[in-house]
């Protein structure tokens, strides 16, 4: 029982690249989260999933884009990436509508250069 | 949305000291407050949450306590240990999400 696999762990990316993200979980969770961190900013949400085909904006949405074809996978995709979007990304999956005890991947630290 | 504030950002307390952390929230509907401990290059790891309809909860040294009419609540660390040193999170759920509030980094100085 893995909980939930994040891949890569670590890339550098040249500006204007793109790449995708990939978060999976084995809880059969419907709640799924991409959250990035950085220095003094806390966490703060990308967008979510409330389940298999859905998706949502967070706080921070702008130059993200993700897809939920298959329950147990969330996909994040930066089309074109920039500096601003160097970062720590940490995606979460939940039981709960509230929220409840989610279980974060271990992170993807993304160097924009 | 909404908005969760966190107070202090840093924190030096002496082991064996308690150490307090708090956070207010905006959303008078939220009903789901954790918290989080993270430790440098790792994941966050829930340490204790506590539900509306309760007004406090202790886990062996911690404790936390919640003022909805007030909206806000605190994490209180007693007995400090060194290897309590990490950042700590609050959040506060919304919907279908939580937010955070922006960490408190604590050292305890042996």
């Known amino acids: 029982n893995a909980g939930v696999t994040q891949t890569p762990k670590f890339r550098v990316l040249k500006t204007g690249q793109s790449m995708t993200l990939l978060c999976a979980q084995d809880m059969n969770h419907e709640y799924m989260y991409w959250y990035r961190q950085d220095p003094g900013m806390g966490l703060r949400l990308i967008h979510y999933s409330v389940g298999e085909g859905t998706t949502a904006k967070g706080e921070v949405p702008d130059g993200y884009n993700v897809s939920r074809l298959k329950k147990q996978n969330f996909l994040l995709g930066l089309e074109s990436a920039a500096p601003s979007q160097t970062s720590v990304y940490f995606c979460a999956s939940s039981y709960s509508s509230l929220g409840d005890r989610y279980t974060f991947g271990s992170g993807t630290r993304l160097t924009v250069v | ?110």
């Open chain 2, 1 to 110: 949305g909404e908005n969760v504030e966190q107070h202090p950002s840093t924190l030096s307390v002496q082991e064996g000291d308690s150490a307090v952390i708090k956070c207010t929230y905006s959303d008078s509907a939220s009903n789901y407050f954790p918290w989080y401990k993270q430790e440098l290059g790792k994941r966050p790891q829930l340490i204790i949450d506590i539900r509306s309809n309760v007004g406090e909860k202790k886990d062996q040294r911690i404790a936390v306590t919640l003022n909805k009419t007030a909206k806000h609540f605190s994490l209180h660390i007693t007995e400090t240990q060194p290897e309590d040193s990490a950042v700590y999170f609050c959040a506060a759920s919304g919907s279908y999400q939580l937010t955070f509030g922006k960490g408190t980094k604590l050292s305890v100085i042996p």
